[in-house]
């Protein structure tokens, strides 16, 4: 277990509402990441960051913000979640350049 | 953008057979990853590979680094019911925020 805490772990909510999508380390460590997973597509990195309030885009980062406050938490936030935006998303934590470990998802519905 | 291609994308076999999955890309990657995805569960670090041309065995887990680093292969030797699941490769960029590019995951299934 990579102390990777996903909540919630299952959501199911409607277009136009607002998501967040917590994740929570106990590893102490600095680089977090959040990707989403679709059929066919693998995993595709939404966001990450580098340390506090340090944050970067991935390669599907439209639709998505993230704030890191503290060194344990990692927020995803839907400001106004689409039916496109149905998936698993994975939390997971790294130190650089070496591979990263995954939380256990959660997945979201949006109706 | 970069991609990975990772083939088969499912394999249907006999418990106690050997199995074989690789990966290509069109990039050069620093290290290459091996995961196993369980149904429910994130992905779980089978075996990273570093250097170039390096082989790394985890148990009945076989895994190549390509000479060009640009492909993987992962083999399993005499498979066993609880192998199945979704395996990834996936390359890890080192100037990139220790950015992964995932192939497309290959699903085994296993028959007693």
């Known amino acids: 277990d990579a102390g990777i805490t996903q909540s919630p772990r299952h959501k199911v909510t409607e277009t136009g509402t607002p998501v967040t999508l917590r994740c929570h380390q106990t590893?102490?460590?600095?680089?977090m990441y959040w990707y989403r997973q679709d059929p066919g597509h693998g995993l595709r990195l939404i966001h990450y960051s580098y340390g506090v309030k340090d944050t970067d885009k991935g390669e599907v980062s439209d639709g998505y913000s993230v704030s890191r406050s503290k060194t344990e938490d990692f927020l995803l936030t839907l400001e106004s979640a689409t039916s496109s935006q149905t998936s698993v998303y994975f939390c997971a934590i790294g130190q650089p350049n070496q591979p990263q470990h995954f939380g256990d998802g959660t997945r979201l519905s949006i109706l | 953008g970069q991609q990975l291609n990772q083939s088969p994308q499912s394999m249907f076999i006999q418990e106690g057979e050997d199995v074989s999955m690789n990966c290509t890309s069109s990039?050069?990657?620093?290290?290459w990853l091996w995961y196993k995805q369980d149904p429910g569960e994130g992905p779980v670090l089978l075996i990273a590979?570093?250097?170039?041309?390096e082989l790394t065995s985890n148990g009945r887990l076989t895994a190549q680094f390509g000479i060009t680093r640009k492909d993987s292969f992962l083999n399993i030797s005499a498979s066993i019911p609880s192998d199945v699941g979704i395996y990834f490769c996936a390359g890890l960029i080192y100037n990139q925020g220790g950015k992964l590019i995932f192939g497309q995951g290959t699903e085994l299934s296993v028959k007693p």
């Open positions: 990039s050069i990657f620093n290290t």
């Open positions: 590979l570093y250097k170039a041309g």
């Open positions: 590893e102490n460590h600095r680089y």
